[in-house]
């Protein structure tokens, strides 16, 4: 069992950088695969990045490469996503997602409640 806690949304400048924060508790977390996803207003929930079990591994949809990094501490058992360069369509919920099969779909076992990235231009 795992329960995820996002944290670090707001309120930014095109151009500008946050950092948001992913919680976790239980006993297997370093077993799961872990994700974030983001959610617009009428669009359906697309993948942002994942990183594996191990933390050897991470994987950005196209639209946000090299702007964000997915990262994993495993003695915290937080994960967190740096954006950098942020983009008026950044804007969205962001949910933390974790589950033992890594997936661009939202198929995870486990999800926060989100949130909210605003970027205005």
């Known amino acids: 069992q795992v329960q995820l806690v996002e944290s670090g949304g707001g309120l930014v400048q095109a151009g500008g950088s946050l950092r948001l924060s992913c919680a976790a508790s239980?006993?297997?977390?370093?077993?799961?695969?872990m994700a974030w996803f983001r959610q617009a207003p009428g669009k359906e929930r697309e993948f942002v990045a994942i990183?594996?079990?191990?933390?050897?591994?991470?994987y950005y949809a196209d639209d946000v490469k090299g702007r964000f990094t997915i990262s994993r501490d495993f003695i915290k058992n937080t994960v967190s996503l740096q954006m950098n360069n942020l983009k008026p369509e950044d804007t969205a919920v962001y949910y933390c997602?974790?589950?033992?099969?890594?997936?661009?779909?939202?198929?995870?076992?486990?999800w926060g409640r989100g949130t909210q990235v605003t970027v205005s231009s």
């Open positions: 239980g006993r297997t977390f370093g077993s799961f695969a």
């Open positions: 990183e594996s079990w191990d933390g050897l591994n991470t």
């Open positions: 997602a974790a589950g033992l099969s890594p997936t661009r779909s939202p198929h995870y076992d486990y």
